[in-house]
């Protein structure tokens, strides 16, 4: 989630719609200036009894944070905590309790992005070692009660963890609970935008699929392969989904404009605090008539701030947010990118995935997204096949389109070969969960303990 620490009072005032479109619009980049920006998210365990530790006790998650100035990381703070750090490699901040999270810079290719994964896990790596913690790549806290957890000194964290359980049964398990890996991509046009937007959505349970890695809930298996993915089913019905309106035919800047109209805010940043707006209209902010902020208009970054409070399983700002894949360990953070890139980056690819999935109804896609959290590859997707069948061709796809976009490291390599952990789950059928379920069952005799021997 998006970090705060500064009101600007020079901010425009939102006065006419264009205003509102211009985020979007201002995201169209030719094909050249395209970029690769990854996200990705760790639990964060104390080794000597695997609790979660809070931000402020020795060797927390505030001394964590501190402890990154050694690699060049500046702290950002709110109401003087430090909440973030900043970087040439982007920023590393928090979510709700604790879970670590390295926004990367915008980069050129999946080289680059692998690059900066791997250095952030070898200074997180180090800082772990001083601090006596482990980091776990998972999708969800695979032992913890939300009572085990912390929460962390973000103004908006306690706004939104009061309201969560207003609208739905396991959004404070999503704050709380879950890591996720996501990737954001650029677009070139409008046009572009939608076309993107559409492959995104109708494959979005496929990367849920893959990355499946959230089989486990306070200590045993919960039914589920992605358990996370199931918690947004659950959460807020306002600012989550499959977004059925993206697949009409007029779907554009302006038709996303008016759904984040109608997502209900969470609160408005005031002299570096968040004030609770939670379950009021934007709507009646751009009136004047906003109960907290009576006569007042909301500004530009105001407007940034309620873009980034809608949870759909892709998301547009000024680029497109991939978002529906579980938390896991290096491999996978190259890989999600991969999927995404190949599929999205060349016009060729992208054309062919569109052709696999323009068909699907919109009853057949919301099944799909409804089917995959407990059945991760072996659910059934239009016209009879498998998702692990529809795995196979996507991920020839995308293979087809890290090809031609031909980005080569110095050893001559092209992108492709970030595809390799994926292909290994497509062919055995078996997600990430479904390996962990099976060490579960033998090897570990039902001690879920001996997942931290997986962490990173």
Avoid at 97 to 125: D, F, I, W, Y
Avoid at 259 to 281: I, N, W
Avoid at 300 to 307: G, I, K, M, V
Avoid at 370 to 393: F, H, I, M, W, Y
Wanted: proline share 6%; aromatic share 10%; net charge negative.
């Amino acid at each position: 989630m998006s970090t705060r620490n500064a009101s600007n009072e020079d901010e425009p005032v939102i006065e006419n719609r264009d205003q509102l479109v211009a985020p979007m619009q201002a995201g169209e980049k030719p094909k050249s200036a395209w970029r690769i920006g990854t996200e990705h998210e760790k639990l964060v365990y104390k080794r000597n009894d695997f609790h979660a530790p809070s931000y402020d006790e020795p060797g927390g998650i505030r001394d964590i944070l501190l402890n990154l100035q050694d690699f060049g990381w500046k702290p950002v703070e709110e109401g003087g905590k430090v909440i973030a750090m900043s970087g040439d490699d982007g920023t590393v901040s928090l979510e709700p309790a604790g879970q670590l999270e390295l926004s990367g810079a915008p980069l050129e290719n999946l080289h680059e992005t692998c690059n900066e994964a791997g250095r952030h896990l070898s200074q997180v790596k180090e800082i772990g070692e001083r601090c006596g913690v482990g980091f776990l790549g998972l999708g969800m806290w695979p032992d913890k009660t939300r009572e085990d957890l912390p929460m962390m000194p973000k103004g908006r964290y306690d706004i939104m963890a009061r309201h969560m359980p207003t609208v739905g049964n396991l959004g404070l398990d999503m704050m709380l609970r879950t890591c996720t890996i996501q990737v954001n991509l650029d677009y070139s046009s409008e046009t572009d935008m939608a076309q993107k937007f559409r492959v995104g959505l109708a494959l979005q349970p496929l990367a849920t699929a893959l990355f499946a890695n959230s089989p486990f809930t306070e200590g045993k298996p919960n039914g589920y392969l992605s358990y996370r993915s199931h918690i947004w089913s659950d959460t807020d019905p306002h600012r989550t989904g499959m977004l059925p309106f993206v697949f009409e035919e007029d779907f554009g800047y302006e038709r996303y404009v008016d759904y984040m109209l109608d997502v209900p805010m969470y609160f408005v940043f005031r002299d570096g605090k968040y004030l609770d707006a939670a379950g009021l209209s934007f709507r009646d902010f751009l009136d004047g008539k906003l109960s907290i902020l009576p006569g007042e208009k909301p500004t530009e970054s105001d407007w940034w701030d309620h873009l980034s409070t809608a949870f759909p399983e892709v998301r547009l700002k000024s680029f497109l947010e991939m978002r529906g894949a579980d938390g896991g360990p290096w491999s996978r953070i190259c890989a999600l990118p991969a999927l995404w890139v190949g599929l999205l980056y060349d016009q060729g690819a992208l054309d062919a995935a569109w052709d696999l999935v323009k068909d699907w109804s919109m009853e057949e896609r919301e099944a799909l997204r409804n089917a995959v959290p407990k059945e991760g590859l072996a659910a059934s997707v239009p016209g009879g096949r498998t998702l692990q069948d529809l795995g196979k061709d996507v991920l020839e796809i995308a293979r087809s389109g890290l090809t031609a976009r031909a980005r080569l490291n110095t050893g001559g390599d092209n992108e492709t070969g970030f595809l390799q952990t994926l292909d290994e789950i497509v062919e055995s059928g078996k997600s990430p969960a479904q390996r962990m379920l099976d060490r579960y069952h033998g090897e570990w005799g039902g001690d879920i303990t001996r997942v931290y021997k997986y962490s990173f």
